[in-house]
């Protein structure tokens, strides 16, 4: 017969497991399911929170922007749905709401926490009601509170808050991102900082790796800064309790680059008195003058979204993923030189400090390798603001956060379009989220994009966007009878097709799929993974298995459908020369490949007369 202890332990275990199993739905932003505006200050005598750490970001705490915070908490009812949140600035209980009171004399919590874990998280909570848990924080640009809540997050009460000081250097620059120019010679980087412009100069110091010294003669480039205020949001939670100061995002251009040199850079901000805050060092490798034949790599993946190495915000039945797909990269970084991360990224949905985490979380590869961007649903779409799509899906953001944390080299930023050059490859990154019909600008640019490449020095042509404007076999688009976007390919297909386009490559369905080389619904070729002769199709490939929930397929299999796979993962092209290009499906888990396929040709085979290409012609037998 077990003793008592053991009963209470084992009711423990189950209460928690039970906690887990009835969490809400897969897919909804953790912080949103907080009930802010339901909040009440109820600080209990027995309850207590305390935060243990070094000064934030001293000693080798990861380098002054990261630290772990062990956390003790406990009070006399513990609860299953008890649960320790992290605000940050820690005064986050203020009359200041931009949202009304519902009661004169009721206390109000104005915004939602930046992350947050439930008490049992500690195994003897519940028994003894006291827990210990750790949280990872990084460095943004303020102080911190740890509150221990009781009520689940349907019905917060507040017994139980403590404070801890911001970093050492609370300003100080952090997770650069690396992003190529307007031209291949030209690199530049985007970092965060709480200096503005009145109290400190931002620049990028910069120069090539010489053998032996490291480096010599840096030169200094001045950046631009940029922010947004509340404002700027369209719409909740942005507006409201989601809604954080983004401090100031600065942009440095560093111009006529080596092609495949080395080079060095560190970021810094100078202070009044000549003194200066430095980020970390890194290098690069400066991209390839376009055309020339060399070993070229390049990840494109959609829909990663971010994730808490501490457990944090149920990250596990969000973004189960993103941390396998970003630690894969991290440990490939030597053997690919750009990636495409084509819209959703960190699906904030309008809880602006959820930026930062990201920029955190992919620093590793921003801070190396060239991190272009494109628009999905979740960085833009708002209701009434000028997007295809009349949906929230952006929580508020509308486009703002997106397009000012991350530089692209678009001619404006709001229209989120734009092509790079890199060696063989041109990448024509569209805007799902705007128009793309015949006769709007943005039309005008993919047909621009896609004519203008020279085919005999730039033979490899990518087409990118977030929504799947070719083909996928995702249930929802079974449903409709679509197999893509409403209205997607009808006017694109016949530019693919005339421009010889290699490649169209989607996120926003999460999962993986290859298609045949496709034109007008038909398979123009059997060949399942060596291409070779007259270009005669663009072959479509769903990449949106970068780390959220994954979607279904449909049960049906379409005849063009080659290779489908329900996990985690992205996919890599490798430019061996102009003539062979080797496409590669891998898994996150493991970093191991799943699909591939090849393609040879000549720039003959380029040339070829096929459907609708040089002339009209019909697909009708």
């Not at 709401?97 to 909570?125: D, G, H, M, V, W």
């Not at 650069?176 to 990028?204: C, I, N």
């Not at 298609?515 to 002769?533: F, H, K, M």
């Not at 496409?583 to 609708?612: A, P």
Request: proline content about 6%; some cysteine.
């Amino acid at each position: 017969m077990m003793g008592m202890a053991h009963v209470v332990v084992l009711a423990a275990v189950l209460a928690m497991a039970a906690t887990a199993s009835s969490s809400p739905e897969v897919g909804v932003q953790p912080l949103s399911k907080i009930a802010i505006h339901k909040a009440t200050v109820e600080l209990h005598g027995s309850a207590y929170v305390r935060a243990s750490a070094l000064l934030l970001g001293d000693g080798d705490q990861q380098e002054g922007d990261t630290a772990t915070v062990t956390v003790e908490y406990g009070w006399q009812n513990p609860a299953t749905d008890d649960w320790i949140a992290v605000f940050s600035p820690s005064d986050f209980i203020s009359g200041s709401c931009p949202n009304p009171r519902r009661y004169p004399t009721e206390p109000l919590l104005c915004t939602a926490p930046i992350k947050y874990q439930y008490a049992n998280f500690s195994a003897n909570y519940l028994y003894w009601g006291k827990g210990t848990i750790q949280f990872q924080l990084i460095n943004q640009r303020s102080d911190f509170s740890f509150a221990l809540f009781t009520g689940g997050l349907e019905n917060p009460k507040l017994v139980g808050l403590t404070k801890l000081s911001p970093f050492k250097n609370p300003k100080a620059p952090v997770f650069p991102r690396l992003a190529q120019g307007k031209t291949h010679d030209e690199m530049a980087v985007t970092w965060t900082s709480g200096y503005d412009v009145g109290e400190a100069y931002p620049f990028v110091e910069w120069g090539m790796v010489t053998s032996g010294s490291g480096g010599g003669n840096p030169a200094r480039t001045p950046a631009g800064t940029l922010t947004f205020n509340r404002g700027s949001m369209c719409g909740a939670p942005a507006r409201t309790i989601g809604w954080r100061d983004p401090g100031f995002i600065h942009t440095a251009f560093m111009r006529g680059l080596w092609p495949n040199k080395e080079y060095f850079y560190k970021v810094g901000h100078e202070l009044p008195d000549g003194t200066v805050v430095w980020g970390k060092p890194y290098t690069f490798r400066a991209p390839p003058t376009p055309g020339q034949s060399s070993l070229q790599r390049v990840i494109v993946f959609g829909d990663m979204g971010k994730a808490e190495r501490d457990g944090s915000n149920e990250y596990a039945n969000y973004q189960p993923g993103s941390l396998n797909t970003t630690d894969a990269l991290v440990k490939d970084l030597d053997n690919f030189d750009m990636v495409f991360h084509i819209g959703d990224l960190p699906y904030a949905n309008g809880y602006i400090s959820q930026w930062d985490q990201f920029t955190a979380q992919v620093a590793p590869i921003s801070a190396r390798k060239p991190y272009m961007i494109a628009s999905g649903n979740h960085e833009r779409d708002w209701p009434n603001t000028g997007g295809f799509f009349d949906v929230e899906d952006s929580g508020g953001e509308c486009g703002v956060l997106a397009e000012t944390m991350y530089y692209y080299p678009a001619e404006n930023r709001a229209n989120f379009w734009y092509k790079v050059d890199y060696g063989m490859f041109r990448f024509c990154v569209a805007d799902s989220e705007h128009d793309w019909r015949e006769g709007t600008p943005q039309y005008k640019f993919i047909e621009e994009c896609l004519s203008t490449v020279d085919r005999k020095h730039q033979p490899w042509l990518v087409f990118a966007a977030h929504r799947v404007l070719g083909y996928s076999s995702n249930k929802w688009y079974a449903e409709q009878g679509s197999f893509e976007e409403p209205k997607g390919r009808e006017s694109l297909q016949k530019l693919w097709q005339r421009h010889r386009v290699d490649l169209a490559i989607f996120g926003h369905v999460h999962n993986y799929e290859r298609t045949c080389p496709l034109y007008q619904n038909q398979c123009v070729s059997n060949e399942r993974s060596r291409y070779s002769g007259t270009m005669n199709g663009t072959i479509f490939v769903v990449a949106g298995g970068g780390g959220s929930h994954l979607n279904g397929y449909t049960s049906a299999v379409p005849k063009w459908s080659v290779f489908r796979d329900r996990d985690y993962g992205f996919t890599k092209l490798t430019a061996f020369n102009h003539s062979s290009l080797l496409f590669e499906y891998k898994r996150s888990s493991d970093g191991e490949v799943y699909d591939n396929f090849t393609i040879h040709r000549d720039y003959r085979d380029v040339l070829g007369c096929v459907h609708d290409s040089c002339f009209p012609t019909t697909l009708a037998t």
